[in-house]
């Protein structure tokens, strides 16, 4: 029994923040931005949307993208690092909104790799046998703890959801392959006190390495090479970083996903939005092999191949 994606859905504010506003309050300049991050705008939720709210709109297109019920999902997993309050969780916060009343339901917090942590977690559940159907949603609402006169940071992060719904699929697709990690020796180069604090050239280094490395280790673990992938889909944190974990898999540019330019780094929620993007561009197509990593906050990183389709 294979576990992989069955449905998916996503979930970006209206208000776009672009680098020229960016320069009106930090001092910054839109080619700086650019030529660091690959930035040129990302998208903020207002004071009268929180991190369920969005949640709760991706994760009502990936039940209807599944063709099932609310009443059908099992378990919630909401990767988030930015919950409306402290508890209750996010996810039982869905549960309701919802009405998937048989789901279990708890909030995953690894920063920018939680979605990949929410993924690998449900798949445990759906290949046991326990569970038929997993919601796993990476959402964040992370203007509400930026620095907005912190140059360095300000000028990164964006707000958004994404969400799928994880279920048994046909033989030959699904996930293949995972790796999960984490290093608590480097939380002091990313962290939030009242707002995010990041050491950007500490996180850097270790992202390049790590996101590399862990391509790598998915094909290695799922007995396939460089040349079998179809498509990349890397955290969209910095398309510096992202451009070192494409070029050690030496893929040609069109196979890498690329949305950091529109959206910023939304944490937990950029693979996921990146999915649909490139679903909606008829990028990703059934039986492709497609390769997801992210890193954040922890550290922690995580890895998956998947091969596409129900």
Partial sequence: MKAGIVGIGRYLPEKILTNADLEKMVDTSDE??????????????????????????????????????????????VATVT????????????????????????DVSAACAGFMYGIVTGKQFIESGVYKHVLVVGVEKLSKVTNWEDRNTAVLFGDGAGAVILGQVSENRGILSFELGADGTGAKHLYQDEYIIM????????????????????LEKAGLTKEDVDFLIPHQANIRIMEASRQRLELPVEKMSKTVHKYG????????????EELEAGKIKDDDLIVMVGFGGGLTWGAIAIRWGK
């Fill in 32 to 77: 700086w931005i650019r030529t660091r991050t690959g930035i040129e705008e990302r998208r903020i939720a207002g004071d009268d949307i929180d991190t369920s709210d969005m949640g709760y709109e991706a994760a009502k297109k990936a039940i209807e993208d599944a063709g099932i019920s609310p009443e059908d999902i099992d378990l919630i997993l």
């Fill in 83 to 106: 919950p409306d309050q402290p508890f209750p969780s996010v996810a039982c916060m869905l549960q309701e909104r919802l009405g998937a009343k048989k789901a279990a339901a708890m």
């Fill in 199 to 218: 050491n950007g050239r500490e996180v850097f280094k270790f992202a390049v390495r790590q996101m590399g490395e862990s391509c790598i280790n998915v």
């Fill in 265 to 276: 780094n939304t944490s937990a929620a950029s693979i996921p939005i990146s999915i649909v």
